[in-house]
Antibody
Framework: EVQVVESGGGLVQPGRSLRLSCTGSGFTFGDYAVSWFRQAPGRGLEWVSFITSKTYGGTTKYAASVEGRFTISRDDSKGIAYLQMSSLQTEDTAVYYC????????????????WGQGTLVTVSS | DIVMTQSPATLSVSPGERATLSCRASQSVSSNLAWYQQIPGQTPRLLIYGVSTRATGIPARFSGSGSGTEFTLTISSLQSEDFAVYYCQHYNNWPLTFGGGTKVEIK
């Protein structure tokens, strides 16, 4: 079964850092791009970040709201993608989901069928 | 950025009735449009991609239509498990954006 599982969430003070992990199973992790999304309490879905497969250069994309503060990366030998979050703000409080598009890159196919259960990040003093 | 606007915000429907949800893009997204269902407390579920292609395992009562800037998700006969929030998402370019959602509730 194709699965992704997020971990690493928790309570963190404003200005601090946190690293989330997305572990894939049931598929060849390195063949696929990975994306992070988030959902603030009671709010809708927001795209956060994206990384292509290494075949396509491991190219990264970021939402304007996190550009310069968040970094996405991947370790295909472990089947894990990471989201390093720094300078966290209260408005970053959300459930963070990782997901996988159908291929190694988004070329008119950037939709997401495989989602994890999410990990809650709470930024509060 | 492309702004996705969904209407109505809330739709009250009786079981067995038809539900029609709308999604409008601020500029053309061609056919690069997906729909997701999210039951409260659960993870998003892909329903439709490419405007009208049902994802694996999605019942035929879900259908999508439209092109360019105007899109529709239709649920032909609502079942109890369909009461949820529905989101549209474009993937025409970066950044990916979602609509604000339509909550389908029991009338």
């Amino acid at each position: 079964e194709v699965q992704v599982v997020e971990s690493g969430g928790g309570l963190v003070q404003p200005g601090r850092s946190l690293r989330l992990s997305c572990t894939g199973s049931g598929f060849t992790f390195g063949d696929y791009a990975v994306s992070w999304f988030r959902q603030a309490p009671g709010r809708g879905l927001e795209w956060v970040s994206f990384i292509t497969s290494k075949t396509y250069g491991g190219t990264t994309k970021y939402a304007a709201s996190v550009e310069g503060r968040f970094t996405i990366s991947r370790d295909d030998s472990k089947g894990i993608a990471y989201l390093q979050m720094s300078s966290l703000q209260t408005e970053d409080t959300a459930v963070y989901y990782c997901s996988r598009p159908p291929g190694g890159i988004c070329n008119n196919n950037c939709y997401f069928a495989t989602w994890g259960q999410g990990t809650l990040v709470t930024v509060s003093s | 950025d492309i702004v996705m606007t969904q209407s109505p915000a809330t739709l009250s429907v009786s079981p067995g009735e038809r539900a029609t949800l709308s999604c409008r893009a601020s500029q053309s997204v061609s056919s690069n449009l997906a729909w997701y269902q999210q039951i409260p407390g659960q993870t998003p579920r892909l329903l439709i991609y490419g405007v009208s292609t049902r994802a694996t395992g999605i019942p035929a009562r879900f259908s999508g239509s439209g092109s360019g800037t105007e899109f529709t998700l239709t649920i032909s006969s609502l079942q109890s498990e369909d009461f949820a929030v529905y989101y549209c998402q474009h993937y025409n370019n970066w950044p990916l954006t979602f609509g604000g959602g339509t909550k389908v509730e029991i009338k």
